[in-house]
């Protein structure tokens, strides 16, 4: 009698983790609150996978000795709270799979910069000629990966929702970028439990395992310097570090490794600005961890393009400069993104809003910005915070009204910013929706 494994979720994450559960023996089946595609009905159909939709049924769900939740399921719904009540363990696609791969594991989590962290990691180790796979929160599933392709190195970008539900997972190299309030409607409003549970990613590394971590951020090195971990530290910043770690300088980075220093040109670098820095202080990181050359590094960095919906400089038109960042869904993301931009500033800004303090923004939208278009169904809070810096702001239903709002009053040389600070599910899919939505509307003008 196989054990029954029940995955909740026929998104990505729930179909890659029915493909390794069938692999592995168990006795799959998929339920979904909503709807699941069609194409994913026909897969599960080809693995002979029982699946239901448009709610949950109880009595076969409690039946389970497994649950993979979806990590877009929180954790304090009926559903989740009895499957806890009768002792069955609940897991993360991300811990689910880590536990059929003998690969190295490559855990990349923070608040801001993760995915151009991950990606940039995986490029870096790619070009090396390793034989490396990218999963987790960034759309390709970590389990079908496993089940389908299992490689020498996985990148995965972790998001605190899976690293919610691990027990044993264990990254050899686990990196975070940085902590800053984000989410915060999962945790209670609590920013501690936020913290708490990024730090998750390092709770099964022993010392012989790395935590790459960003010792410019003061909250992650707080919350370093409170926990027990055996893991092996290497801080990434601007300043020289004691003893092993990575700094930059105005065109290098240097990386104090083993009593020898490496030094790495970025004068070619193609992405702009100190966090970007940052990502890429940490990737290094890892690279060299890896055995990656200075020169393979090198060339690489010259070769990264950057993260679509992410600081994206999208067009030009009549010497106004549109930039879709799309993919600021949160407070310190819109942060970077104004901190970037050098002239005056349209910004287009708002969505569904995860208990965000905009307050950190007002000195630079008192500096930079003439104007903010709200785009959302909900803009109370930010007419309430930035009404009383910003001469004009206009409330919009749509991105293409937002778009031509923001073209008639950005003058020459200034910018139009797309980036909204909060998630989008109020008036797009995703992040994805809403930056093509803009570039569409943009390119309409």
Not at 206 to 229: H, K, M, W, Y
Not at 340 to 357: E, H, L, R
Not at 435 to 443: D, E, M
């Amino acid at each position: 009698m196989s054990e029954k494994l029940v995955i909740l979720g026929g998104g990505e994450s729930g179909i890659g983790s029915a493909v390794l559960g069938v692999k592995q023996g168990f006795d799959v089946f998929v339920s979904d609150a909503g709807t699941i595609a069609q194409e994913v009905q026909k897969e599960l159909n080809q693995l002979g996978v029982s699946f239901e939709e448009g709610g949950h049924d109880l009595d076969v769900i409690l039946k389970a000795s497994l649950v993979m939740k979806s990590p877009g399921i929180p954790d304090h719904i009926d559903l989740i709270q009895q499957i806890r009540s009768s002792d069955i363990k609940i897991v993360s696609e991300i811990e689910f799979a880590s536990q059929y791969t003998d690969a190295t594991l490559i855990g990349i989590t923070g608040s801001n910069g993760k995915t151009t962290t991950t990606l940039l990691t995986h490029h870096l180790l790619k070009e090396s000629g390793l034989n490396v796979g990218v999963a987790g929160n960034i759309g390709y599933s970590f389990a079908r990966q496993v089940a389908e392709s299992d490689r020498e190195v996985y990148v995965l970008e972790i998001s605190s929702f899976q690293l919610d539900d691990i027990h044993k997972f264990q990254p050899e190299v686990s990196v975070i970028t940085n902590i800053t309030p984000d989410h915060l409607d999962r945790y209670q409003n609590n920013f501690s439990k936020y913290i708490a549970s990024k730090m998750r990613i390092i709770e099964n590394q022993t010392t012989n395992q790395f935590l790459v971590f960003n010792a410019e951020d003061p909250v992650l090195v707080e919350a370093l310097n409170g926990c027990s971990s055996k893991v092996k530290t290497i801080p990434f910043g601007f300043v020289k570090p004691d003893h092993e770690g990575v700094y930059a300088t105005n065109d290098q980075i240097i990386v104090q490794q083993d009593n020898s220093n490496t030094m790495i040109q970025t004068t070619h670098f193609q992405l702009q600005g100190r966090h970007n820095l940052l990502n890429a202080m940490a990737a290094v990181s890892v690279a060299r961890l890896l055995k990656v050359s200075k020169d393979s590094i090198r060339e690489s960095l010259m070769s990264f393009k950057g993260v679509p919906h992410r600081l994206e400089q999208f067009l030009r038109i009549q010497n106004v400069n549109y930039i879709n960042d799309s993919k600021a869904t949160n407070v310190n993301a819109t942060f970077y993104a104004l901190d970037s931009v050098k002239s005056q500033t349209v910004w287009i800004a708002g969505g569904i809003d995860k208990g965000n303090d905009y307050s950190a923004l007002l000195p630079l939208v008192r500096e930079k910005v003439k104007a903010i278009v709200c785009l959302g169904i909900d803009n109370k809070k930010l007419l309430a915070v930035f009404g009383p810096v910003v001469d004009i702001i206009v409330e919009t239903q749509s991105i293409d009204e937002a778009v031509k709002i923001a073209h008639k009053i950005a003058d020459k040389k200034e910018t139009v910013l797309l980036s909204p600070a909060c998630a989008s599910f109020d008036l797009f899919e995703n992040y994805e929706d809403r930056g093509n939505q803009f570039k569409q509307a943009v390119q309409k003008l």
